[in-house]
């Protein structure tokens, strides 16, 4: 088992910057960020493997956003510059010990461990 847990998240306007940590209890392959906005489906914001040479992210989000990892200390990052109101949603990070494919999921189902959320606040 796997604990994960967020922090870093807030209220800022638009335009502004927040970086999302993510500090997981051990070894994990495949890491991501999902976010779930009230009254929508939680979805995949951004994911990546063990090494950081894959990653993958949602279209709303490619140029705005970067995921990065911290191997030796088990911690994930988000940096998420340029942000709109659209961004508010609550943030949870995920991950998985096993994943075949090259790039990493974006979908909720390969992700078999999951953090509390942290929340983000966009105001116009």
């Known amino acids: 088992q796997v604990q994960l847990v967020e922090s870093g998240g807030g209220s800022v306007q638009a335009g502004g910057s927040l970086r999302l940590s993510c500090a997981a209890s051990?070894?994990?392959?495949?890491m991501a960020w999902f976010r779930q906005a009230p009254g929508k489906e939680r979805e995949g914001v951004a994911a990546i493997v063990t090494g950081g040479g894959s990653t993958n992210y949602a279209d709303s989000v490619k140029g705005r956003f970067t995921i990065s990892r911290d191997n030796i200390n088990y911690t994930l990052y988000l940096q998420m510059n340029s942000l709109k109101p659209e961004d508010t949603a609550m943030y949870y990070c995920a991950a998985t010990r096993l994943w075949t494919g090259y790039a990493p999921p974006l979908l909720l189902a390969p992700y078999k461990f999951w953090g509390q959320g942290t929340q983000v606040t966009v105001s116009s």
């Open positions: 051990g070894y994990t392959y495949a």
